[in-house]
Structure formats: C-alpha cells, structure tokens
C-alpha cells in the first residue's frame, strides 16, 4: 500500500477511535432495578468524577493517536514522511479541536449509560461491594487511572505492535473494499 494508502488509513482510524470514543451506544431493553441504578450511579460518580471526565477521554484519544502514528511508521520501516507527518500533525490538531466539545456535550449520556449497565450486568450486593470499593483511596485511584494504563510505556509498546499488525491485515482489506465501493458506484443499474 501507498504511504497516501497508509496516511488515510491512519486518518480513518483516528477518526473511528475519536467516535468510539464520544458516542454512548443505543438504549438497551432489559429492564433495571432501581435501588441498583442507584448504587450504579454513586459508583460512576466516585469512579469517574465529573471533573476528570474530559481529561480521561482526551488522554484516552492522545494515546491511542500517538500508538497508531508509531505503528504506521513501524509498518513502513521507520519514520513518516516529513510532509505527511505535518499534515497529520495539522489535522490531530483539528481532530483534538473539533473533538473535545463533542466529548463534553456526550459526556452526560455516556456516564448515565454506563450507570445503566453497571445496574443491568452487577447485581444489587455486588455494586455494593463495588462502591466500597471505589470509595476507598485504593479503589478512587484504581479506577481513575485504568484509563492512563494505555499510555504506560508497556501497554503502549504492546498495543503499538498489536496495532502494527492490525495495519497490515487492514490495508490489503481498505484497497480491496475501496475498489469494490468504486466498481460499484460506477455502474449505473445501481
């Protein structure tokens, strides 16, 4: 694949994790118990305070952007072309920008859906049990920084091979579907 081939799949993917990132999924059927919810959302409260949230996700999405632009550069034997790498350095900057109001306005949503899951996946006693212990300063600190685990140089290491190999397996796909999607729309009994 092109290094044009490479940079728009790297385009793609960061776009795809920046949306993974801001949208709550769709509204799950099952039903909820509420002194559960309750204790679910005392738990997302304590374990993801309001005021970190934007920095949880935006730290998330750096992380995830700086493993990707090292494993396209892996996948090509070293560095990026210094042209390309201004111009994904431009549009992660745009990216950011454009982002991070999105993870704000999603935020609430988001945080109430994970509160509804907890409350449909834990029983009431083990969201109690959960509570404790996110309450205590092990607990507050085990939660807060799971996040910031994906920028521990190990993690980091790990997940940028992991990616790497993701790159490889997914261009050839990317070339095929885009010739596909082309053949496709070119003809005209669509």
Known sequence: MTRLGTAFAFVAAACLAASAL????????????PQALSVAQEIVELAYPPEGRRAMFMGTMDSLMAQMRAASAEVHGGRIDPGAEAILDRFFERLRARVQPAIDEASPALFAAYARAYARQFSRDELLQIRAFVATPAGA???????????????AAANTAYISRTLAIVQPLQAEVREELTEYYKTPQR
Do not use: W
């Open 22 to 33: 801001a949208q709550p999924g769709r509204p799950a059927e099952a039903k909820i118990d």
């Open 141 to 155: 600190k085990y939660t807060q920084r799971s996040p910031a685990l994906l920028a521990d140089p190990d993690v």
